[in-house]
Nanobody, 117 residues
């Protein structure tokens, strides 16, 4: 499985960005794709995830501002980020994992999001 991310950029406070992640080489097994982020000297935390069945989970930082969506035909997820704040500055990583055994997970290369005040 390979993940290709796009959409990282620099914006000002209150701006919007949309991140995309496309997976290739996956089977039709149930899976979860999502975005995690890691700021300087911080752990990698969940931003949002969505399963192939449409179940969505948001991290606390994303609730009310970010929206995740998934296109199962294109094997793509998108993360619409609105009202961005400086504390959203981080490297955003796409993650893919199968939900059944044999378990498998992989990460994208990361997309830098920088929000300036």
């Amino acid at each position: 499985v390979q993940l290709v991310e796009s959409g990282g950029d620099s914006v000002q406070t209150g701006g919007s960005l949309r991140l995309s992640c496309t997976a290739s080489g996956i089977s039709n097994r149930n899976s979860r794709m999502g975005w995690y982020r890691q700021g300087p000297v911080k752990e990698r935390d969940l931003v949002a995830s969505i399963t192939s069945g449409g179940t969505i989970n948001y991290g606390d930082s994303a609730k009310g501002r970010f929206t995740i969506s998934r296109d199962n035909v294109k094997n793509m997820i998108r993360l619409q980020m609105n009202n961005l704040k400086p504390e959203d500055t981080a490297v955003y990583y796409c993650n893919f994992r199968y939900l059944s055994v044999p378990q498998y997970t992989t990460w994208g290369q990361g997309a830098q999001v920088t929000v300036s005040s």
